[in-house]
């Protein structure tokens, strides 16, 4: 038994759909359906050994009907299918516009029930409708002109969609640190607590008196930077370079991550401060951002190789200085797990991640880069299985920054 000839119908309204199989079907024709431009692309090449047409409507939704047959005509083995747009657009010119967009013919809709098998065979059996060279032309530089539109829209989707993924990650962290953090407050509201008891019992000692005040005001201090520290990575980060004081950045991210050293018994060196830090060029919430996901991902795998080998040493180094050239670097090294070889190349692709199901998304590392590209820095990885990794992030200096050095 002969097989029957196959036709793809790109078309979103399945009633319109189901007339066209109707009609074809009578006539030996097997109609395979795609709902969107997306689909109809990815059925095309599926099936192009097999089809003898593909039929295309123009207003569908996501990629349109011309974006689709620019595309189907451009892919290997597509290019002698013909496709002939069915379609209710009736504006001046949408015939021209579809020739010229890829479509070997046109038919209107509503369809003409009584010649549609017609025309149909007519462009199987090899009928191409025409257009004249200038409108060709015309229609052509239109639809670049839609194109490029529409490349612009998918970027700056692609951006907002970036952002969100950012922002998401974020609120991840945050669910995670909240409950150490907590911890973190409780230390100095206990001792604020005993202090003003202290207080209270107005001990005759005056120099008694002092210190305690002495106690409340550091630990008022203490639980101040935890809240900045937290506000300052919380909040949403526009996409405006300036220039940041990478240390404070730094110390930020510290502050708001040493719960987790804490908690898995890590050592932490870190040098507060470096006020003689030139400035770099970033925005700084994205900057702390990058930073908080290095740290996260420092204490996450010394506490693996702690599973591995409960003797193994925990330590964590922070550093940051002036490199040279137009450069700050710093310095994240963790005396980790390490990561297999052939995981490094991959290690800043999104959703790649070699933590077990449910404690990792894929996305720190990603963002990481993302955000060292971004303000035109540099990230390189350096690890040992069972030894540990160094992250070294250069980070280019402020502008004025970089002409007081030369």
């Not at 639809?143 to 950012?166: K, N, P």
Request: glycine content about 6%; hydrophobic content about 35%.
């Amino acid at each position: 038994m002969e097989a029957p000839r196959r036709i793809l119908y790109v078309e979103d309204n399945p009633t319109n759909f189901r007339l066209v199989e109707r009609l074809l079907r009578d006539d030996g024709y097997e109609v395979i359906h795609a709902k969107d431009g997306f689909e109809g692309v990815r059925k095309a090449v599926e099936e192009r050994s097999c089809l003898e047409l593909i039929l295309l409507d123009i207003n569908l939704p996501g990629m349109d009907g011309y974006e689709a047959a620019t595309k189907l005509k451009a892919l290997p083995g597509l290019d002698q299918i013909p496709i002939v747009a069915v379609t209710v657009n009736t504006l001046k010119g949408d015939r021209k516009r579809s020739l010229a967009a890829g479509c070997d013919g046109y038919i209107p809709k509503p369809i003409d029930v009584h010649t549609f098998p017609r025309r149909v065979e007519e462009y199987i059996q090899g009928r191409r409708d025409q257009i004249h060279a200038s409108d060709e032309r015309y229609y052509l530089r239109e639809h670049a002109r839609r194109l490029v539109d529409r490349l612009e829209s998918s970027r700056d989707q692609l951006r907002l969609t970036h952002e969100q993924i950012q922002h998401k990650d974020k609120l991840a962290s945050l669910g995670e640190m909240a409950a150490g953090i907590a911890h973190e407050l409780r230390n100095p509201l206990s001792s604020i607590s005993f202090a003003i008891e202290m207080l209270l019992r107005r001990e005759a000692d005056q120099v008694g008196d002092t210190k305690h005040l002495d106690l409340i005001h550091r630990n008022v201090e203490r639980i101040q930077r935890l809240a900045d520290g937290l506000t300052s990575f919380a909040r949403p980060s526009d996409a405006c370079l300036s220039a940041v004081d990478v240390a404070k950045a730094l110390d930020d991210s510290v502050l708001v991550t040493q719960h987790e050293f804490r908690q898995r018994n890590i050592r932490l060196h870190h040098q507060q401060g470096r006020p003689h830090l030139p400035p770099v060029w970033a925005n700084e919430g994205l900057l702390q951002h990058a930073f908080v996901n290095l740290l996260r991902n420092a204490a996450q795998a010394v506490s693996a190789r702690r599973e591995q080998n409960p003797d193994a040493t925990g330590e964590v180094h922070v550093a940051a200085e002036a490199a040279t050239g137009d450069h700050v670097a710093v310095t994240i090294r963790d005396s980790g797990i390490g990561i297999r070889p052939d995981y490094q190349d991959r290690l800043f692709t999104p959703f790649f991640t070699t933590k077990p199901r449910g404690e990792g998304t894929g996305l720190g590392l990603y963002i990481v880069k993302q955000v060292i590209d971004e303000i035109g820095g540099q990230i390189d990885v350096h690890s040992r299985m069972g030894r540990g990794t160094t992250f070294r992030l250069l980070l280019p200096r402020a502008a004025a920054e970089r002409s007081a050095v030369r």
